[in-house]
């Protein structure tokens, strides 16, 4: 049985993750941290990761707090030994090499994944092989209009992986630095943020050739597209030495 700590346990993604997690034979919540309560039948709530420590001993943690309270939550979980997947976004990149270093100084795993979905995740892999062969390419998100972060963290994730990828042709888009044109991530892709009623999660990722486009994309068209890769990412946490970005090292 692997005890789980949940952070952000009142959101939308954090209750129905507790409601997942909950059904599960080979995993246990013995914790659930959110200042605002909920129901959470037996299992306690604390209002800080502090509190939460001091009284249960997870084997893993999720964290899906607030942007503004997934450092301090993250680095309190790691400080304590605990391996910790991050799904919450909006991490400053100073801020993740501060928890790498973290995980690195305890010994505990830290997964981030910018998306639970797996769909989304093969998206990323086919747009890294796709940018070996396309000189331009450019992401459109589209997310509910409560998302706090555009652009999203799957889009920037996306983004890098495309630019980085061994082999990339992808250039500077042109038309770069037009406000209307959207931000330039790793100077080579451009993103378009859209927050609108009805959204959950897509992402469009289009490639420009030789008259002829290329399009990649994936719709989550409710939360319950993530739970399979949140279970998968608590399932392989303790395994995990240091840290890893993306779901998509835990796939094989």
């Known amino acids: 049985m692997i005890d789980v700590l949940l952070t952000g346990a009142a959101g939308k993604m954090g209750a129905l993750s507790a409601a997942t997690i909950a059904a599960q034979g080979d995993l246990r919540l013995v914790a659930l941290v959110d200042p605002r309560k909920g129901d959470g039948g037996e299992v306690a709530w604390f209002d800080d990761v502090p509190s939460a420590l001091a009284l249960t001993s997870p084997a893993v ?83 509910e209009k409560g998302k706090i972060d555009a652009p999203s963290g799957t889009s920037l994730r996306t983004a890098r992986l495309m630019a980085e990828a061994p082999g990339s042709a992808l250039v500077a888009p042109p038309g770069a630095g037009q406000e209307s044109r959207g931000l330039v991530a790793d100077g080579r892709v451009t993103i378009h943020s859209v927050r609108l009623s009805g959204a959950v999660a897509h992402q469009e990722v289009v490639f420009g050739g030789e008259d002829e486009l290329l399009t990649l994309r994936h719709d989550s068209l409710s939360r319950r597209s993530f739970m399979a890769g949140v279970l998968l990412a608590l399932r392989r946490a303790s395994d995990v030495r240091g840290t890893i970005i993306g779901l998509e090292h835990l796939l094989d």
Do not use: C, W
């Open 61 to 143: 943690a999720l964290e899906f707090s607030v942007p503004a309270a997934v450092f301090e939550n993250s680095a309190a979980l790691l400080e304590a030994g605990v391996p910790t997947v991050v799904g919450a976004t909006g991490l400053s990149d100073d801020e993740v090499a501060v928890l790498s270093a973290k995980a690195e100084a305890s010994g505990a795993g830290l997964v981030m994944v910018p998306n639970f979905a797996l769909g989304a995740v093969l998206l990323m892999k086919f747009a890294s092989e796709a940018a070996r062969h396309y000189q331009h390419a450019e992401i459109i998100e589209t997310h």
